[in-house]
């Protein structure tokens, strides 16, 4: 069974910091590209983040550029999302997500393009 959990949500002050993982299991994703994800109330899923297979390259939405960083340990089937920082408009449910597709043919900013998905966990910032 594939699955993806996340882990590392909570509540925190704006202008903290939290470090979510996301683990692997049910098969190898030492060659997927991965992504983070959010979704606040009323809106639409989001593009956070995406790092390819080997983490040589990752890709950020302008609204979190500069504050989060992924990263991955593929010896581990874990990816992080370092969130520094942090604003109230930063709160959402985030998603991780794995792409098996062929590193040339990945959109790593559209969800759809993703075939496996994490549960979420909520980050709360309160201002």
């Known amino acids: 069974q594939v699955q993806l959990v996340e882990s590392g949500g909570g509540l925190v002050q704006a202008g903290g910091s939290l470090r979510l993982s996301c683990a692997a299991s049910?098969?190898?994703?030492?060659?997927?590209?991965m992504g983070w994800f959010r979704q606040a109330p009323g809106k639409e899923r989001a593009f956070v983040a995406a790092?390819?297979?080997?983490?040589?390259?990752?890709y950020y939405a302008d609204s979190v550029k500069g504050r989060f960083t992924i990263s991955r340990d593929n010896a581990k089937n874990t990816v992080y999302l370092q969130m520094n920082s942090l604003k109230p408009e930063d709160t959402a449910v985030y998603y991780c997500a794995a792409d098996r597709s062929p590193p040339g043919s990945v959109n790593y900013y559209r969800a759809t393009t993703y075939d496996y998905w994490g549960q979420g966990t909520q980050v709360t910032v309160s201002s």
């Open positions: 049910g098969r190898t994703f030492s060659r997927d590209a």
């Open positions: 790092i390819t297979w080997n983490g040589g390259r990752t």
